[in-house]
């Protein structure tokens, strides 16, 4: 408990506006346009802008909303793919009081209606690749925002909706407009909604506290330095792009966008660009690793790549550091802003077998250095479990970066702060050195005879296949178990292999119960982020 008893050094020692400020990531932009004008911020094909230029458009932008009516506390949807407008906007929205809500570029419109109207948009920016949905979005739903299209050089095409342009609309802003800091730190800053796969996403609040010390964690984290290059294939929109748009800014660095993912595109950006970072899915890990040798292009730095997502198998992360990268597994959630724990390698851990080493990386890890606890505990009681590797429990966070709540939800807030703990849903357990290491979300363990068996240690055996790319494990009804494992399995290009040969194969290097007792080939269903639907997949496992 916190010590309230008086101190004298209560009296005359007050805040003031000398030694407070609000912490708001939107300060890391005024000083890079201040420290690094000259330094090129944004790389979208042929287009260049220095930091000074981004700031000056940020500060248009901000100006032309608030001539539209936007305040503090309305919030400003994106539908955007990687783009400058979308880093623009991170800033922009934000010094109006706005609240920034950038939505996956991937939903249908009833979702995207959902959330429109849920997230009470006065104004919604969208890049003509996606005026189709939003047309039908738009139909479906009470909210009538302000349109402005982007109409983007590099897009496919599609119509324009709505009469003002982007490049028009913050040509009409001021350049000096006034760059304000929140009043309160806590302020609303970004609206995320979840995945919603099982019903109506959840609207994630992050506040501007969060956002700027969660982009400074992000820094230590990636091992960034002065002026990296950042390339984008993480999409923005995902848990406010982990916050890097800030850290790059805090570092004045470079960002390097790409519309999509393509493994070709990431190689000639690495090329050309000497990238230095990136965040992917192991999905992403798949498709630069399997890109036909022709399709490279060679670099001879090395590049580091954080990684969130499943856990990637020891054997693909091996791989993978074998072409060039560094890899580092983080982990996070919407709900603590992105990105926020990751595997702190240790100098110590050099002198073990490579083997040993990768079973190190594959662990979640600790928490970014502004991140305050993160334990595993029972989910009931909030006591910890013993460090022993092998009690599981579910992973509990208290800090900066945690969410201030569901919007319009205030449940579903409650629950998630149970104990006054933020619960994650995610069992893991804890190791002796203080490093957790996720076994498997709460609703994916299989119970199978009374057994708990963890899907991610049977996906790592079935990845670690020579002719499977991908793999994703699910519960199946059995009528004697109650449940048993059901392995759905995409093979690598020109490889073969049976489902009986990937059931003996893994037979033969584990406890027969944990064994996958079916194997179904197919396209994995992904969401837009390259995260495995296994929702999708698990209504699959009862049709069989």
Request: glycine share 8%; net charge negative.
């Amino acid at each position: 408990m916190t010590n309230l008893q008086s101190s004298p050094y209560d009296q005359d020692l007050d805040k003031t506006p000398a030694n407070y400020m609000a912490l708001s990531p939107i300060s890391f932009l005024k000083r890079a346009a201040s420290v690094y004008p000259d330094h090129t911020s944004i790389i979208h094909g042929d287009q260049q802008f220095t930091w000074l230029e981004t700031y000056t458009r940020a500060r248009r932008l901000a100006s032309a909303l608030v001539s539209l009516g936007i305040q503090r506390g309305d919030t400003v949807s994106l539908i955007l793919p990687n783009t400058p407008p979308f880093i623009e906007a991170s800033f922009g929205v934000l010094a109006t009081g706005g609240v920034l809500n950038s939505i996956n570029t991937r939903l249908d419109a009833d979702m995207l209606a959902f959330i429109l109207d849920h997230g009470d948009a006065k104004v919604l920016i969208v890049d003509t690749q996606f005026s189709t949905v939003i047309k039908d979005a738009l139909s479906k739903c009470k909210a009538k925002p302000i349109l402005i299209a982007v109409d983007d050089p590099m897009s496919p095409g599609g119509e324009r909706l709505g009469e003002l342009e982007y490049e028009g609309f913050i040509a009409s802003g001021d350049p000096e407009f006034p760059w304000n800091l929140p009043a309160d730190e806590w302020d609303a800053a970004t609206l995320s909604y979840t995945s919603g796969t099982t019903g109506n996403p959840k609207g994630v609040v992050a506040h501007h506290r969060g956002l700027y010390l969660l982009a400074m964690g992000a820094a230590f984290a990636s091992q960034m330095q002065q002026h990296p290059n950042y390339l984008w294939t993480l999409p923005m929109f995902h848990g406010n792009g982990w916050c890097y748009p800030y850290t790059l800014a805090m570092l004045g660095g470079t960002n390097i966008c790409l519309r999509s993912v393509d493994p070709i595109a990431i190689y000639q950006a690495i090329h050309d660009h000497t990238v230095t970072h990136f965040c992917a899915a192991p999905t992403v890990l798949n498709m630069i690793m399997n890109t036909e040798e022709k399709d490279r292009r060679a670099f001879a730095h090395q590049v580091r790549v954080m990684t969130g997502g499943a856990a990637p198998p020891a054997a693909v992360m091996k791989r993978f550091e074998s072409l060039g990268f560094d890899l580092v597994h983080v982990y996070g959630l919407t709900e603590v802003l992105g990105a926020e724990t990751y595997c702190a390698w240790k100098s110590e851990w050099d002198a073990l077998p490579e083997q040993e080493q990768m079973k190190k990386k594959i662990r979640q890890g600790v928490g970014y250095v502004t991140v305050e606890d993160t334990i595993v505990a029972d989910p009931d009681t909030c006591e910890p479990v013993p460090r022993d590797g092998e009690t599981m429990g579910e992973v509990l966070k208290r800090g900066h970066s945690v969410m201030r709540g569901y919007f319009k939800n205030p449940k579903a807030t409650h629950e998630a702060f149970a104990g006054g703990w933020f619960h994650t849903g995610d069992l893991a357990v804890w190791h002796r050195d203080g490093y957790i290491e996720i076994r498997d979300r709460a609703k994916d363990i299989i119970i199978s005879g009374g057994e708990n068996i963890p899907t991610i240690e049977v996906e790592d055996l079935v990845y670690s296949h020579p002719a499977v790319m991908e793999a994703a494990v699910v519960a199946k009804p059995d009528d004697h178990w109650g449940e048993v494992p059901c392995a759905f399995v995409t093979l690598k290009t020109g490889q073969q292999a049976s489902e009986q040969n990937i059931i003996d194969y893994c037979r033969d290097r584990m406890a027969h119960f944990k064994c996958p007792k079916r194997v179904v080939f197919v396209d994995l269903p992904k969401t837009a982020t390259g995260k495995i639907q296994k929702f999708r997949l698990r209504e699959l496992a009862k049709e069989l």
